[in-house]
C-alpha cells in the first residue's frame, strides 16, 4: 500500500507570516496554487493561506443583520463574523489572512488517508507533516496521478 510519502510534493514553495499580500497574490499567478503553507523560521507549520482568502479582500462588507429590542442592538450573525470579514479584507501580510487551524496528513499515512481527507473537508491540498515541521505537500493531483500509475 502507497503511503503519502510516496506521492507528495517535497520541495514546497511556503510562505511566512511576514510575506505580504501582494507577495501572495504575485505567488499564487505565476506558480497557479491555490494554496500556500506558511510556516515559521524553524519550518513548522503555522498556518495556511488559500487564493480564495485573497479574493475575501476584494468583495464588499456584509453589514449583519441586527435586531433592536428595547435599547440593544443585537447581531443576528455575531460580532465575530464582522470582525473576521473586517480582518481579511484589510489584511496586509499572510499572518493576517492565514487560517491557523490545518488540517494535515504524516508521510506514513495511507494514500486513502490523505484521499478520505481531501474529500470530506472539500481540500485541494493538504500540507504532509512530522510532528509539526513541514515536509511536503500532497494534492488531488498528486492522487490523481497515483491512481493512473497503478
Request: hydrophobic content about 40%; overall charge negative; charged content about 25%.
Amino acid at each position: 500500500m502507497k503511503t503519502v510519502a510516496d506521492i507528495m510534493t517535497r520541495d514546497v514553495v511556503t510562505v511566512t507570516r511576514e510575506t505580504t499580500v501582494r507577495e501572495l497574490a504575485e505567488i499564487f499567478e505565476s506558480r497557479h496554487f491555490g494554496s500556500l503553507p506558511v510556516v515559521d523560521g524553524a519550518g513548522q507549520l503555522t498556518g495556511i493561506v488559500t487564493a480564495s482568502d485573497l479574493i475575501e479582500q476584494g468583495r464588499s462588507l456584509h453589514i449583519p443583520t441586527v435586531i433592536s429590542l428595547f435599547d440593544w442592538v443585537i447581531p443576528l450573525e455575531g460580532e465575530r463574523t464582522l470582525e473576521r470579514d473586517l480582518q481579511k479584507m484589510t489584511a496586509q501580510t499572510a499572518g493576517e489572512i492565514c487560517a491557523t487551524e490545518v488540517i494535515t496528513v504524516a508521510p506514513s499515512d495511507p494514500v486513502s488517508t490523505a484521499a478520505d481527507t481531501m474529500s470530506s473537508h472539500k481540500l485541494h491540498a493538504l500540507p504532509v507533516v512530522e510532528g509539526k515541521k513541514l515536509v511536503g505537500m500532497v494534492s488531488r493531483i498528486d492522487i490523481i496521478r497515483n491512481i493512473i500509475k497503478t
